[in-house]
């Protein structure tokens, strides 16, 4: 597979996608992060009209084909609380603004996941309750349940981004069980590099996480 240069667009606390996103894509590829502004609160239905509206008023400022090949927009849960519809029209927008193909991470998670012949999944979040209930109703328009979930219910920003990988490890390794065919970490600020291939190999079923799922259906989209 050929390098890429992507074009990223997380929010602006975001300080985990760029590096891992760069190494999951092909040897050479770049990644040019913005990050879109927001409160220091989590995101829900009544703050997604105007943080839609400025990702995409900096799509069309940051990208274009003349110095990216596509886009990546990388906030999960912006995706999983607009749901399918409205993650796809969002994905449409960004498109028309850039003139780029563009991949969203909520989108890529049930692709990727489709792919792996899931059907049956253990999810691992940092999300409050009523996001992780948008997560289990997006995963389930792709025909994919959520048969275990666990949770580290970062109350803010700050929290969520003092999670580590070895927490992660621990907590998707207490999650995981036979009745699940696959793994799923969601969320583009948990790192999950580092431990993806252990958990698959541990557990003998794929383990894929929304920067990974990202990484995957760009290259996916460019053939």
Same mark, same amino acid.
């Given at each position: 597979?050929?390098?890429? +240069? *992507? ?10 996608? $760029? &590096? ?16 879109? !502004?927001?409160?220091? &609160? ?6 997604? !009209? @105007?943080?839609? #509206?400025? =990702?995409?008023?900096?799509? @069309?400022?940051?990208?274009?084909? =003349? ?18 519809? &409205?993650?796809? %029209? ?12 563009? *991949? ?24 409050? #309750? ?6 289990? $109703? ?6 994919? =349940?959520? %048969? ?6 970062? !109350? ?5 981004? +003092?999670?580590?990988? %070895? $927490?992660?490890?621990?907590?998707? $390794?207490?999650?995981?069980?036979? #009745?699940? #065919? ?8 948990? !790192?999950?590099? @580092?431990?993806?291939? &252990?958990?698959? =190999? ?22």
């Amino acid at each position: 597979m050929r390098a890429l +240069r *992507v074009g990223l667009m997380v929010p602006i606390n975001n300080t985990t996608m $760029e &590096g891992e996103l760069a190494a999951w894509l092909p040897a050479g590829s770049s990644v040019t992060r913005v990050g879109i !502004p927001r409160g220091a &609160g989590l995101l829900t239905r009544e703050t997604m !009209p @105007a943080y839609r #509206d400025a =990702a995409v008023a900096l799509a @069309a400022q940051h990208f274009s084909s =003349a110095t990216h090949d596509i886009l990546a927009y990388g906030c999960t849960a912006a995706g999983f609380i607009s749901g399918p519809r &409205g993650d796809a %029209e969002l994905q449409a927008e960004l498109s028309r603004v850039t003139g780029l193909p563009v *991949v969203t991470t909520a989108r890529a998670m049930v692709v990727a996941l489709q792919a792996a012949g899931a059907r049956r999944i253990a999810v691992v979040t940092p999300y409050q #309750d009523a996001v992780n209930d948008q997560l289990s $109703e997006f995963l389930a328009d792709g025909g994919i =349940a959520v %048969e275990r979930l666990a949770t580290f219910r970062a !109350p803010d920003v700050a929290a969520l981004g +003092r999670i580590t990988a %070895e $927490e992660v490890r621990g907590l998707a $390794e207490a999650t995981m069980g036979e #009745d699940c #065919d696959a793994l799923f970490i969601g969320c583009s600020q948990l !790192p999950t590099h @580092a431990v993806l291939g &252990g958990l698959a =190999a541990r557990f003998g079923k794929p383990a894929l996480s929304s920067i990974q799922a990202t990484a995957w259906d760009a290259q996916r989209v460019m053939g």
